[in-house]
């Protein structure tokens, strides 16, 4: 009992199931009494019905589950997360259980190694195995009976675990030392290494100094002004009708533009008397500027659709 480190005033549960017997269990319930006082508290829980209890996050100091002699319970992942859910922070558990010594597909009995990973996933820390033991026959015998197993190679491990030193989902204001940003220095340079890369006028004037002339660098091809033809682009123009690429570049386009400009004008309807800009009292009765103001000659005068078709 001095191995679970229960003092006066601590809340403790006791966590059992059908495999443990009623005699051990009221016997261990009276010594764990004995040990907590009158400002303690001991509550006996069955394994099965833990996660439909009513008892709020923080609850125990002390959780025993499986410890009873004779008892051969297993502890699924979902119980041993409720048991850390009602542990207080810092509290502790203990619990027995048979383990298999050697790793078994499809197996209801974990190894050791594969309880204390599950202890961990549960939020407990320092986790570590403190006793291995061969079963008894009544506990080999209660393996069969109530887990319908039975293997050679069953021991039983007793286990403890720790809930850490705060509440899940309790949140704490970090410390942070932000330094102010120092000035920034320019590395040194090495003086050797700045003569190197410097250069002054008076380098310039130096005999030695043999500077390239940039007009050398061309070739008398590179003077020619090249020919506008050679400029476009290969599909440019081609075909039997002229017709510029999409986003053109060369001048075709221009070119094409101004064309198309040349031919509305000459398709405008022509004078055929010659008097048309004299006014409506010289005209003939077909002339196309009926109705139109006099206008110099040679100026040019666009009529619009409305009045080619009036006309």
């Known amino acids: 009992m001095a191995d679970f480190g229960i003092s006066p005033g601590q809340f403790v549960a006791v966590v059992w199931d059908k495999s443990s017997p009623v005699e051990a269990l009221k016997d261990l319930v009276d010594k764990l009494q004995l040990l907590t006082g009158n400002k303690g508290q001991v509550s006996v829980e069955n394994i099965n019905q833990l996660l439909q209890s009513a008892h709020k996050e923080s609850s125990f100091d002390v959780i025993l589950s499986g410890v009873i002699p004779g008892s051969t319970t297993l502890h699924r992942a979902e119980v041993l997360a409720e048991m850390a859910r009602v542990l207080r922070p810092g509290g502790c558990l203990f619990l027995k259980e048979p383990v298999e010594t050697a790793v078994v597909n499809n197996c209801k009995v974990k190894t050791a190694s594969k309880l204390c990973s599950a202890l961990t996933l549960s939020g407990l ?33 007793q286990i403890t675990g720790k809930k850490p030193n705060f509440e899940v989902g309790s949140s704490s204001q970090l410390k942070l030392s932000i330094a102010k940003p120092s000035p920034s220095v320019k590395p ?14 008076t380098d310039m004037e130096d005999d030695s100094m043999d500077l390239i002339d940039s007009d050398e660098l061309l070739d008398p091809e590179d003077l020619k002004k090249p020919d506008p033809a050679s400029l476009r682009a290969a599909s440019c123009g081609e075909g039997k009708k002229r017709k510029a690429c999409k986003n053109c570049t060369c001048g075709l386009a221009e070119e094409l533009e101004k064309e198309k400009t040349r031919e509305q004008m000459s398709s ?22 009926l109705g139109m103001p006099a206008f110099r000659p040679g100026e040019q005068v666009l009529l619009s659709s409305s009045s080619l078709s009036d006309a």
């Open 125 to 157: 820390v320092e986790v570590k195995e403190l006793q291995r033991e061969s079963l008894s026959p009544e506990e080999i015998q209660s393996v069969q009976e109530h887990l319908g197993y039975q293997s050679d190679s069953l021991l039983s491990v």
């Open 188 to 201: 040194s340079v090495d003086p050797a290494a700045a003569k190197l890369w410097t250069l002054s006028a």
């Open 268 to 289: 405008l309807p022509k004078s055929a008397c010659g008097n048309c800009y004299l006014g409506d009292a010289f005209r003939c009765a077909s002339c196309p500027c």
